[in-house]
């Protein structure tokens, strides 16, 4: 009967070494392809936030580019909304002072003097918040009409005229005022004599 021993035994077998320099390479590949992975990642997450910051700026510029053209087309507007306001005072002293050279230049000799007292008191005194539309002129007595936005103004004028030459001593009997274009403008009708309306009235 034949036995065999055994005479390689397991404390004489080589341990392995879970320090071996094979084993420390591959962790190390492994933990650098992890890194290789994650920095990828960062990369392509900066590089979106980057994609999306410049998105963000473009929308910010072109809001401030609308903001600019707004503020500029305001100032334009309020610019335009001066002058206009400017080119009416213009037109308003323009037809005043055209309105008195017509009625200088188209009265008779035998009135001109009076005619050119009246007109020279009124271009004296003149208001450039209070413009006239019509006057009447009969026997030495005047009736005015005319318009104004600052209805406040017509004392300080009416007392004007009365330290002129021709207003001077004279009171005015008729004192009238209408709202006009929804009130914002107020017409007045001021006369130096009674009106024609009134006169036919009386015995």
Same mark, same amino acid.
């Given at each position: 009967?034949?036995?065999?021993?055994?005479?390689?035994? @397991?404390?004489?077998?080589?341990?392995? @070494?879970?320090?071996?320099?094979? =084993?420390?390479?591959? #962790? %190390?590949?492994?933990?650098?392809?992890?890194? *290789?992975? /994650?920095?990828?990642?960062?990369? /392509?997450? =900066?590089?979106? &936030?980057?994609?999306?910051?410049?998105?963000?700026?473009?929308?910010?510029?072109?809001? !401030?580019?609308?903001?600019?053209?707004?503020? $500029?087309?305001?100032?334009?507007?309020?610019?335009?909304?001066?002058?206009?306001?400017?080119? !009416?005072?213009?037109?308003?002293?323009?037809?005043?002072?055209?309105?008195?050279? +017509? /009625?200088?230049?188209?009265?008779?000799?035998?009135?001109?003097?009076? /005619?050119?007292?009246?007109? #020279?008191?009124? $271009?004296?005194?003149?208001?450039? @918040?209070? %413009?006239?539309?019509?006057?009447?002129?009969?026997?030495?007595? *005047? +009736?005015?009409?005319?318009?104004?936005?600052?209805? #406040?103004?017509?004392?300080? %004028?009416?007392?004007?005229?009365?330290?002129?030459?021709?207003?001077?001593?004279?009171?005015?009997?008729?004192?009238?005022? &209408?709202?006009?274009?929804?009130?914002?403008?107020?017409?007045?009708?001021?006369?130096?004599?009674? #009106?024609?309306?009134?006169?036919?009235?009386?015995?």
């Amino acid at each position: 009967m034949k036995q065999r021993i055994n005479l390689y035994l @397991d404390d004489l077998r080589p341990i392995k @070494d879970p320090l071996s320099l094979t =084993n420390i390479v591959a #962790s %190390w590949l492994v933990v650098l392809i992890i890194c *290789i992975g /994650y920095t990828g990642a960062l990369f /392509y997450v =900066n590089a979106d &936030t980057k994609k999306t910051l410049t998105h963000i700026k473009q929308k910010v510029d072109q809001q !401030n580019a609308s903001i600019n053209e707004l503020q $500029a087309a305001l100032s334009v507007k309020q610019d335009k909304n001066f002058l206009s306001q400017q080119l !009416n005072k213009l037109n308003k002293e323009h037809q005043h002072k055209k309105m008195v050279f +017509e /009625y200088i230049a188209g009265r008779n000799k035998d009135n001109k003097t009076s /005619y050119a007292d009246v007109m #020279s008191d009124l $271009a004296e005194y003149h208001h450039n @918040d209070i %413009w006239l539309t019509e006057f009447q002129f009969v026997n030495h007595e *005047i +009736e005015l009409k005319g318009l104004t936005q600052v209805p #406040s103004k017509l004392p300080h %004028w009416f007392d004007g005229l009365k330290r002129s030459s021709f207003f001077s001593g004279k009171s005015f009997s008729i004192i009238e005022f &209408t709202n006009e274009n929804e009130g914002e403008q107020v017409e007045f009708r001021v006369a130096t004599r009674i #009106s024609a309306e009134v006169e036919g009235d009386q015995p």
